[in-house]
């Protein structure tokens, strides 16, 4: 196997969002606007929160695209305006299909909520392509469970397999266009290798521990970006505690982007129908 060089590294941005959520967006932001087919990752804390201080992302409206939540830690509920609803704990995936629109309430969980806790996670939005902007929304809530987890033969590298193939290991989420999303664990002095097709935009993130990624080193909550210049990509545990790290990759859609807060389309005008649409209620109303 050949390698990909990694082309850049850069930390995630600390910020806010909905009703407060504290994130650290890895992009879009100056660093990196979209990867495509990737227009956003965002960290989701981890924030020790007590009773009382849970905070999540009040109604809002999403169209073109899709929405991949991940939870380590914590429990979310989501409400939407076509009537579906559901939790989302430790080790649960969403991978939700917004299409032609809807409107969405992602909040904590009730526990959380009254008791505390801790909540970690991860939101990534992948594009579709033009012809699937307007498909039906769906969700694939996945319990953990149902998420295959493999090993290397040492024991020394597990893979929890959210979509893709690797070690043996194959995904049961159905994506509309090939993405790879592995959220990998290496043991001190491990390494790992994936086979990536060469036609595919890469990149990984580092979620704690130090990690040296061909021949760049990265630490936790940086991102790291890889060329197209090989057919896999080489990770190895660098530091003396374990890494932990999402891998990710995807086939480039190509087409154009215009974008505007929730809405994801590939021109102005289908930008400016987005938000009639919202507006006069054709996209549900989440009372
Ligand atoms: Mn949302």
Redesign the pocket.
């Known amino acids: 196997m050949t390698y990909r060089a990694v082309t850049k590294v850069f930390s995630a941005a600390s910020s806010q969002d909905g009703d407060g959520v504290d994130l650290r967006r890895a992009f879009p932001g100056t660093d990196l606007m979209e990867l495509d087919p990737f227009l956003l990752l965002d960290h989701l804390g981890p924030t020790a929160l007590g009773p009382g201080e849970a905070r999540g992302?009040p109604p809002?409206p999403?169209r073109g695209f899709e929405?991949v939540t991940y939870l380590l830690d914590g429990e979310m509920q989501h409400r939407d305006s076509w009537g579906n609803h559901g939790t989302i704990r430790p080790g649960d995936v969403q991978w939700m299909t917004a299409g032609s629109g809807l409107v969405?309430s992602?909040l904590p969980g009730e526990t959380l909520i009254r008791d505390g806790g801790t909540l970690h996670g991860f939101q990534l939005w992948v594009n579709l392509p033009k012809k699937d902007k307007m498909t039906s929304p769906r969700y694939q809530d996945t319990p953990s469970a149902r998420i295959p987890v493999v090993h290397n033969p040492e024991a020394t590298v597990t893979a929890k397999v959210i979509s893709g193939e690797t070690m043996g290991g194959k995904g049961v989420i159905d994506t509309r266009i090939p993405i790879l999303f592995l959220h990998l664990t290496l043991e001190p002095g491990s390494r790992f290798e994936q086979a990536i097709p060469k036609t595919s935009n890469a990149f990984a993130y580092v979620i704690e521990g130090m990690g040296q990624f061909d021949k760049t080193e990265a630490r936790e909550h940086q991102m790291v970006l890889f060329d197209r210049g090989g057919d896999g990509v080489q990770i190895a545990n660098s530091g003396a505690c374990r890494l932990s790290l999402l891998l990710l990759a995807g086939e480039p859609i190509g087409q154009p982007v215009a974008r505007y807060g929730?809405f994801v389309m590939n021109s102005k005008e289908e930008l400016v129908q987005a938000v009639d649409d919202y507006e006069e209620g054709r996209m549900g109303v989440l009372a």
């Open positions: 992302f809002h999403h929405t969405h992602e929730p």
